[in-house]
Structure formats: C-alpha cells, structure tokens
C-alpha cells in the first residue's frame, strides 16, 4: 500500500461516527467516499462529482454539497472560468485523510494552472472509464522515486487506468512544461519497463496535435506509448484563467 493512501479512518485509530459525523451531520459511506475522491484529485466541480456518479441530479447534489460545506469537510472555490463551484478538502475531513495526505493537502496552493490541471485530469479519468477502462488510481498513489544503474529518476504519473490486464499510466499536459522536463519523464519511464518485467503503456493528453508531436520528439525503445488530445477524447476544458 502507497504511504500516500487515503484511510476511511481517523488517525487516531477510532472508528468514524456515522451518527454525528463529529459536527451532527451524519456521515455515510458516500460521503466518505466523496472526502476520499476530492482529496486526491484535489478538486472536483460539481458537474465531475454528478458524473463520477456519486448523486443522480443537481438537486441531490446541491443539497449534500452543501450540507458537506457548512460542516466543514468541503470547502468552496469560487471558480471565474466555470459557472459552478469547485470543491475542495475542508478541515473537518483532515481525520479522515492519512498523515501523508494531510500534510500534501496542507501544502497545496490555489493557483490557476493548478486547478486547470487537476479539473483537466479528472476530465481525461471519466473520458477513460467511458471508453471501458477500469481501475483507475491516483497520483498520490503512483509517486516513485528510484535509482537504475546509479541514476536517480523520479515518475509522477497523473492517474492510471487498466485495459484487461495492462495499466496505463497517463500524463496530462497543459503545455506548460518545458521540453527537457517532459523527456526526463519519459527517461524515468523508460527505464521502469527496462528494469521491470511489469509491461505498461504511456498516453499523453496535450491541447493540440503539434504539442504532441513536439512531446513524442525523440526514441521511445521499448515504452509502448500513445497520443491523444482532449478534443479526440471529448473533452471540452475550462477557458483560460489568468
């Protein structure tokens, strides 16, 4: 299990209060689950929340929504690029979150490019799942740092689904990365499948196709990787925020 897992559990070892939920809300296993979903993908809007299919209407998800928020274990942001909040972990959920999580929430920053990113993979996970695959997983839960041959390399993959019985780890860019910085990526998944008997494959998701191109620049030896914009895959990102 990653150090980085979220636990349905308070730290301290005692059981959660379904009755009160500590703050006389009743918690369910729902709502667990929802805390558990927004922490490690870091936000969530509320049409995402709908279609991860956690609540069958806007009424219903509304209502529970906002009864999260006014408790304390969601909090609100005010998005200017979407007609919807955004939500993210809120205080009262912090006993719920495993140490490691705690203090990766407690170090997040609001900024824009983060928040267009975390929404854009989201978007790229429910694409996915649509299309048939399953499994999917978490960055927080995929964060290596290894040494091959005395080299250090670092993989921080966006989220990774299965198809039958290969993962695949995904990538998401904004176009904000430098080029060296995408192929030190790569490097890093190279030589996981040179040193692994594990098979995988790599998509990137880019904006455009000459991003894509200008990213697969470059051997990929033996990594099995594909390509895809957000338009190929049917995602219509958030206008830009500045």
């Known amino acids: 299990k990653s150090s980085s897992e979220i636990h349905l559990h308070p730290t301290s070892g005692e059981k959660p209060n379904h009755g009160t939920g500590g703050l006389g809300l009743k918690l369910t296993a729902r709502d667990l689950e929802l805390i558990r979903d927004v922490a490690l993908s870091h ?22 929504l906002t009864a999260l928020t006014e408790e304390g274990y969601l909090r609100i942001y005010d998005s200017p690029f ?7 972990i809120g205080r009262q959920s912090l006993p719920y979150l495993s140490v490691d999580v705690q203090k990766l929430v407690g170090g997040r920053v609001g900024s824009p490019r983060f928040l267009r990113h975390s929404l854009a993979v989201t978007e790229v996970r429910l694409a996915l799942l649509a299309q048939g695959a399953t ?5 927080s839960e995929l964060w290596r740092k290894f040494k091959v041959q005395g080299v250090n390399y670092e993989v921080r993959p966006d989220g990774s689904v299965r198809n039958g019985q290969i993962s695949t780890f995904i990538e998401v860019d904004m176009g904000n990365v430098s080029q060296s910085k995408f192929e030190a990526k790569i490097d890093a998944y190279k030589a996981i499948q040179k040193g692994s008997s594990v098979k995988f494959n790599l998509l990137i998701v ?3 196709k000459a991003r894509l191109n200008k ?19 049917g995602i219509t990102l958030p206008g830009a925020w500045s």
């Not at 709908?50 to 069958?56: A, L, Q």
């Not at 697969?216 to 957000?230: H, N, P, R, V, Y």
Request: hydrophobic share 40%; no cysteine; glycine share 8%.
């Open 43 to 64: 936000v969530l809007s509320r049409d995402q929340v709908i279609r991860i299919g956690y609540f069958t209407s806007i009424s219903r998800a509304n209502r529970r």
């Open 206 to 208: 880019a904006p455009t």
């Open 215 to 233: 990213l697969s620049k470059g051997e990929a030896g033996a990594l099995d990787i594909s390509s895809s914009t957000f338009d190929e895959l």
């Open 82 to 88: 979407a007609g919807q909040r955004l939500y993210w």
């Open 135 to 139: 499994a999917w997983r978490y960055e």
